[in-house]
């Protein structure tokens, strides 16, 4: 029988720079064919935009699969098994395949995935990626303030302070093989030590963390773990190991689509300023900038954003502004369409 088909599962909270990782991976990695399967919360595909753009000859287009609106972990019968079968049926199959979830995904019910006969015969899980958004941590976004628990406990016996938030980032550091604690750059000495500190009560095994800027991190370190984490699901606890199936109900998307913006500079700011008012998790997209022949790639993580020309429009192609909205459930919808709208 021949060896199986090492994967590579990659997770991580909306906008802790998976994809950064990835495309590092992809250009640095020569020794072997590899195939990316990208999921992604929301309907506008803008990983897999950013994953083709790389053009890396050891993973032609054929060999990146998108699966966008969805949980891998949840439609494993509908997406994930035909998308393997399709990519093991290629006359040059992958000799890796790296999985990239989407930022609201929980990773162990895609690593039983993996324990599929159909599935199992052919692939291992060669370890799972948790990619960790160092600043994000020290700004306290995956705790609870503690003290105001306490004040609202005072008032009443029966508020619930379930923190969805914090048990997606438990959940992906629980059934971490490697952590890749990124976006070190934006912390100063103190926050550093405290968001290690984190990482380390935040994982129940001995677990390596690899510190890097902008995702970059060495390919042998990450591709050859040889975890095969299909048999040790026992060892990742699971918020959810008493639920027969999750679902994503605290949290929602939808698209806004806008008009054309008249500067870079002006749309990230107002992109800033509705993700502050509204507490928004997560916007990304591409958006049309008056007189620029380049289409702009935004990606913001709460009001941090990030901007860049990344390709011409092709000839053509529909100019549009269409941006992907993530947040907790009871966005004000109406209130952020309306402000994306103000020109």
Same mark, same amino acid.
Not at 125 to 148: H, K, S
Not at 209 to 234: F, I, P, W
Not at 256 to 266: H, K, M
């Given at each position: 029988?021949?060896?199986?088909i ?16 990835? @495309? ?36 032609? $287009? ?14 494993? %019968?509908?997406?994930? =098994?035909? %998308?393997?079968? =399709?990519?093991? &049926? ?35 899980? /060669?370890?799972v ?13 995956? =705790? ?31 059934? &971490? ?11 100063? %000495? ?8 984190t ?12 510190? &890097? ?8 370190? &990450? ?7 299909? /048999?040790?699901l ?10 027969? $199936? ?5 949290? $929602? ?20 300023? #509705? ?14 900038? #008056? ?26 192609e529909?100019?549009?502004? @269409? ?9 004000? @919808? ?7 709208a103000?020109?």
């Amino acid at each position: 029988m021949s060896a199986k088909i090492p994967a590579t599962i990659i997770t991580g909270f909306l906008g802790a720079g998976k994809t950064t990782l990835i @495309r590092h991976l992809l250009e640095t990695t020569r020794d072997r064919r590899l195939a990316l399967i990208i999921n992604e919360f929301g309907d506008v595909g803008v990983d897999g935009e950013i994953l083709r753009a790389c053009g890396v000859e050891n993973c032609p $287009e054929e060999n990146i699969v998108e699966l966008a609106n969805g949980c891998l972990c949840c439609t494993v %019968a509908d997406d994930f =098994a035909p %998308a393997i079968e =399709a990519l093991l &049926a290629h006359d040059n199959p992958p000799e890796h395949i790296i999985i990239e979830t989407s930022g609201l995904a929980l990773p162990k019910p895609l690593v039983k995935a993996f324990d599929w006969p159909a599935i199992r015969s052919r692939l291992t899980v /060669d370890g799972v990626i948790a990619v960790v958004d160092g600043r994000a941590v020290a700004e306290g976004r995956f =705790a609870d303030d503690l003290e105001a628990i306490a004040a609202e406990r005072a008032q009443t016996e029966t508020i619930d302070h379930d923190n969805p938030l914090e048990e997606v980032f438990e959940d992906q550091l629980a059934c &971490a093989d490697l952590i890749v604690l990124n976006k070190i750059d934006l912390l100063d %000495a103190d926050e550093d030590a405290a968001v290690m500190a984190t990482l380390a009560n935040g994982t129940p095994r001995g677990v390596k963390v690899l510190r &890097a800027r902008h995702g970059a991190v060495d390919s042998r370190a &990450a591709l050859g773990l040889s975890a095969a984490a299909e /048999d040790d699901l026992a060892n990742r606890p699971s918020h959810h190991d008493a639920l027969d $199936e999750h679902d994503h109900e605290d949290f $929602e998307s939808f698209v806004v689509e806008i008009a054309a913006a008249q500067d870079a500079a002006g749309l990230v700011a107002r992109l800033a300023e #509705v993700s502050a008012a509204h507490d928004v998790l997560r916007i990304k997209g591409f958006a049309e900038v #008056v007189g620029k022949p380049m289409r702009l790639l935004v990606q913001g993580v709460g009001p941090r954003f990030q901007h860049q020309f990344d390709r011409p429009w092709g000839l053509g192609e529909r100019r549009s502004s @269409r941006l992907v909205v993530i947040g907790r459930k009871g966005l004000d @919808r109406e209130a952020i369409v309306a402000a994306l709208a103000t020109r």
